[in-house]
């Protein structure tokens, strides 16, 4: 009769694979790998809680009770590490330290190291000892912190400037208002001081036309009197020296005299009634629309040394570097 074939349990799935011929070197202790790791000589059904570390026996676990006589026979005994950190356990064992990681991920004890698959050979297995690992992790640990002291450094002495640079900003930032207020304040008073000079050359225009019309008004009443008195005084003449033909000689000569004096003034008064009966014209044709266009451009800011036109559009212009 053929003896038993052993079982080997996957560390990772848990399940038990039949008829797995093992070498002579793997054989021992490996048929049963439990969650937790137990004494690999205790003797009975129930083994003991690994509690120590037998170097002398290829790293096997020990109970307190079977340490004992590995410490008689003088073997290297250590103590196993108790409470270990969940990320330095081993991935298939409970509170027993990781001393093995491989290239899959999983984190190995020293009882796991050999029984990891090795993935074959287009797919091979790399496991790294935590120690070699750490020694390199030291080695990076000590080059960030070089390279965070070194930016730290870096910090440290920009962050007067930017201070500085801020302080600046403002005041050039104040001045710049302050020059734009300045100007503006300038060019409301020339607007003001033109809008004055339109104003008052309209008074003057006002002033003169209706002082014109005044006088034609005058010069046309002087007229109109004098034509009365000229009329009533040849009216009177004929009526009242009908036989005297002296008087009526001399009464015409004065007539004729007075008319011919009225004449030369009432030349003047017809050109300055000629002028005075036209239709009067006085209209402002504004310049504004132009001086207006021309203020949307007004004024440039040099930021960091680039000449821009301020605008609607200013923050989409200058951008959020600035």
Not at 131 to 140: F, H, I, P, S, V
Not at 177 to 204: F, H, K, P, Q, Y
Not at 259 to 267: A, I, T
Not at 276 to 284: A, D, K, L, V
């Amino acid at each position: 009769m053929k003896p038993a074939l052993p079982f080997l349990t996957c560390p990772v799935s848990m399940q038990f694979a039949k008829g797995v011929k093992l070498l002579a070197s793997a054989t021992k202790n490996v048929l049963h790998v439990p969650s937790k790791l137990v004494c690999a000589f205790c003797k009975d059904q129930h083994p003991g809680r690994a509690e120590w570390c037998c170097h002398h026996c290829n790293g096997h676990s020990l109970c307190t009770t079977c340490s004992m006589n590995h410490r008689q026979a003088g073997h290297n005994i250590t103590p196993l590490v108790q409470d270990v950190p969940q990320r330095s356990q081993c991935s298939n064992h409970v509170n027993v330290q990781a001393n093995f990681l491989c290239s899959c991920g999983v984190r190995l004890c020293n009882n796991c190291v050999s029984l990891h698959a090795h993935g074959g050979n287009e797919a091979a297995h790399n496991r790294k000892s935590f120690g070699t690992l750490a020694d390199l992790a030291r080695q990076k640990l000590n080059s960030l912190k070089t390279a965070q002291h070194r930016d730290s450094l870096g910090i440290q002495k920009v962050a007067p400037t930017l201070a500085q640079n801020k302080k600046l900003v403002r005041e050039m930032a104040q001045r710049a208002r302050t020059a734009v207020a300045s100007e503006v304040v300038e060019l409301c008073n020339a607007l003001m001081r033109r809008g004055n000079d339109i104003v008052t050359a309209i008074d003057m225009v006002e002033d003169a036309k209706l002082k014109q019309y005044s006088r034609t008004e005058s010069d046309l009443k002087f007229a109109q009197d004098r034509l009365k008195k000229i009329e009533f005084f040849i009216d009177m003449a004929t009526t009242s020296m009908p036989h005297d033909p002296p008087g009526i000689v001399s009464a015409n000569v004065f007539a004729e005299s007075a008319y011919n004096l009225f004449g030369s003034k009432w030349e003047q008064i017809q050109r300055g009634l000629e002028i005075s009966q036209r239709t009067p014209n006085i209209q402002y044709f504004s310049d504004l629309p132009p001086i207006v266009n021309s203020l949307r451009t007004l004024g440039q800011l040099d930021v960091d040394g680039v000449v821009k036109t301020p605008s609607s559009a200013t923050q989409r212009m200058l951008g959020c570097s600035v």
